[in-house]
């Protein structure tokens, strides 16, 4: 390939030629004339030093130089496509798209008024919801605007994320109606779980590392026996006699059947934050201020 600047403007008149397969159809939806197409074409073929496409029965076909060079014009129409979006701002109606990674227990209890208020105010952006644990999102931060986990441990070696609390509550045991816990009134000593059988979050979660430290920090060191992942799982394991568990106590277990909730001692903490790009999209920005105006009436323990 001939070495030289090649201006992208060439680039997109090649993705709409090797699209239509056809430079009079390439020249109507760029709103330019033939000539004009064939001339920005032969430009970029000498700047390029190989052929871009060979004539075929109805129209142009392209070379594999061609084919790549129309994959590279697809990404700076995608990127242009973003910045349009991002820029664009009608009436105060943003657009694009938002990517949001969360915990369990972020998606449950925290997200979804959140989204929904969003979308009522930005109907125009389409939001993605990714559930997972609080490690498993850290690692798929290049796919998210925003990461929602359950702790307050900056990226290692990454500078350009920050993390904000966003409320702050305690874990609490999750146990089957008719426990005999759910007949006491007092805090349930965590000394006691060494009577029971406990079912486990996935490794990764932020409720198991929570659980976990309070009860090493009580000199017990329990045994994973019963590993799930998710809340759901928790929940109907709990219901079916499997053993306790730990969840939030922001996620109103209380509410489902079958189920009931009590308070540990000590009290084990627990915070859920969001993380962003120090830079981030205007769709991620309005999400966060929406945050903040809410964050008064977040739920807490």
Request: hydrophobic content about 45%.
């Amino acid at each position: 390939m001939a070495s030289g600047r090649i201006d992208p403007a060439l680039l997109l008149v090649w993705a709409q030629a090797a699209r239509n397969g056809n430079l009079h159809a390439a020249a109507d939806a760029l709103f330019m004339t033939q000539p004009a197409v064939s001339h920005r074409l032969k430009q970029l073929q000498e700047l390029v030093g190989e052929p871009l496409y060979h004539r075929a029965r109805h129209g142009i076909a392209p070379t594999p130089t061609g084919l790549s060079l129309l994959r590279i014009a697809e990404q700076i129409e995608a990127a242009l496509e973003e910045a349009r979006a991002l820029c664009m701002d009608t009436e105060g109606l943003l657009r694009g798209s938002l990517a949001l990674i969360a915990s369990h227990s972020n998606a449950e209890t925290l997200l979804p008024r959140a989204i929904a208020n969003f979308q009522r105010l930005y109907p125009a952006v389409a939001v993605r919801l990714i559930t997972t644990n609080s490690r498993a999102a850290k690692e798929m931060r290049d796919q998210a605007d925003l990461i929602f986990v359950e702790d307050d441990v900056p990226l290692a070696g990454v500078s350009d994320w920050q993390q904000e609390t966003l409320v702050e509550t305690e874990i609490v045991l999750l146990v089957p109606t008719g426990h005999r816990w759910l007949l006491e009134q007092k805090p349930v000593p965590l000394g006691a779980l060494a009577e029971e059988s406990l079912v486990w979050r996935e490794e990764g979660s932020g409720i198991r590392e929570h659980a976990l430290q309070a009860l090493k920090a009580e000199g017990f060191y329990p045994e994973i026996r019963y590993e799930l992942s998710g809340l759901a799982a928790i929940r109907d394991a709990v219901r079916c006699g499997l053993g306790v568990s730990f969840v939030s106590a922001l996620n109103d277990a209380d509410q489902q059947p079958g189920l009931g909730t009590r308070p540990t001692a000590p009290v084990i903490r627990h915070r859920l934050t969001v993380l962003h790009r120090r830079a981030p999209s205007h769709s991620a920005r309005a999400f966060l201020a929406l945050l903040q105006q809410h964050k008064t009436i977040l739920p807490s323990g």
